[in-house]
């Protein structure tokens, strides 16, 4: 049974920083993208990065390219996503995410998720 579990998020100032941590098991995720998606009340869910498992090539969103980076530990099977620089923007609740194949941006595609962390950025 495939898990994947977020952790890390929080309360922050405007101009900080949080890393959250997506841990996956239950499965080897070696030909599988994960992304990092987020959902804003009345928004819809949008993918802001992913990553391929092998490999490691990478996909942001406009909106937070320069400011987040994402990243696996193959050793620990689990997904980073380092966001600095946040803004009240950025305010959601993030949801780690893996599908079988090539990154796509419909959260639709994608066939695992966590149950959500929530990213809060004060002004």
């Known amino acids: 049974q495939v898990q994947l579990v977020e952790s890390g998020g929080g309360l922050v100032q405007a101009g900080g920083s949080l890393r959250l941590s997506c841990a996956a098991s239950g499965r080897t995720f070696t030909s599988y993208a994960m992304g990092w998606f987020r959902q804003a009340p009345g928004k819809e869910r949008e993918l802001v990065a992913a990553?391929?498992?092998?490999?490691?090539?990478?996909y942001y969103a406009d909106s937070v390219k320069g400011r987040f980076t994402i990243s696996r530990d193959n050793a620990k099977n689990t997904v980073y996503l380092q966001m600095n620089s946040l803004k009240p923007e950025d305010t959601a609740v993030y949801y780690c995410a893996a599908r079988r194949g090539i990154v796509v941006r419909a959260s639709t595609g994608y066939d695992y998720w966590g149950q959500g962390t929530q990213v809060t950025v004060s002004s």
């Open positions: 990553i391929m498992w092998t490999g490691g090539s990478t």
